[in-house]
């Protein structure tokens, strides 16, 4: 079983569509989460931190499930420049990334 | 500005030469760390560094090495016994290597190995 697991994908939307991304994790002990984004052929990008309470930045809102072992993120009124890879990320010790969820929003 | 920086963008070498990617920070982070990506998978860790002169292997550290003589720096030596080298290779730092800082990282180097 991998450490950090995504929706395989991809994910093809119209613009301004709601989309979600599942991600769960194997380690328990895993303290830190992330949601990056990275585009074609560029390095990975911090999009948001990911805290219990759950949190909100614009158009897009991350949840931890910790009893689940689940994080979630949610992308409302889609762009077109919303198109990119999102890799969730867990930190228990070192970092472990998913393989990543491709999304394209199409006009 | 401060950032990551990671030299060169594309790196060409035939098989059985050592090759060492640069990768350099100004923002004064404690950490930093090399990953490889193949395409459809995660980034593997392969080496991380928490303090200078300091380093421990990450998943996939064999046919690589590394140096932390400056804070700044953290050369990455792709060596000729690298069965598959052949991969995006990202550099991050982090301020601290606890589990509460996030990873910034560079823009990558392409190596092609023929």
């Known amino acids: 079983r991998k450490e950090v697991e995504q929706d395989p994908g991809p994910f093809n939307v119209p613009e301004g569509a709601t989309v979600a991304f599942n991600c769960t994790y194997s380690?328990?002990?895993?303290?830190?989460f992330f949601w990056y984004r990275q585009d074609c052929r560029k390095e990975p990008k911090l999009l948001m931190s990911v805290y219990s309470s759950g949190n909100e930045d614009g158009r897009f809102t991350a949840q931890l499930n910790r009893a689940s072992q689940y994080i979630s993120l949610l992308i409302r009124d889609s762009k077109l420049s919303d198109s990119a890879t999102y890799l969730c990320?867990?930190?228990?010790?070192?970092?472990?990334f998913g393989a990543g969820t491709r999304l394209t929003v199409k006009p | 500005d401060g950032g990551i920086t990671q030299s060169p963008k594309y790196l060409f070498r035939k098989e059985g030469q050592n090759v060492t990617l640069s990768c350099e920070q100004n923002?004064?982070?404690?950490?930093m760390y090399w990953y490889r990506q193949d395409p459809g998978q995660g980034l593997r860790l392969i080496y991380y560094s928490q303090i200078v002169n300091d380093f421990q292997k990450g998943d996939i550290a064999e046919g690589y090495s590394v140096s932390r003589e400056k804070k700044e720096s953290f050369p990455l030596t792709v060596t000729s016994a690298q069965k598959n080298p052949t991969a995006f290779y990202l550099c991050?730092?982090?301020?601290?290597?606890?589990?509460?800082?996030?990873?910034?990282f560079g823009p990558g180097t392409r190596l092609t190995v023929t």
């Open positions: 991050a730092s982090s301020m601290s290597g606890t589990a509460y800082y996030e990873q910034y």
């Open positions: 990320v867990v930190k228990g010790g070192d970092m472990r």
């Open positions: 380690n328990s002990a895993s303290q830190s």
């Open positions: 923002l004064n982070h404690d950490a």
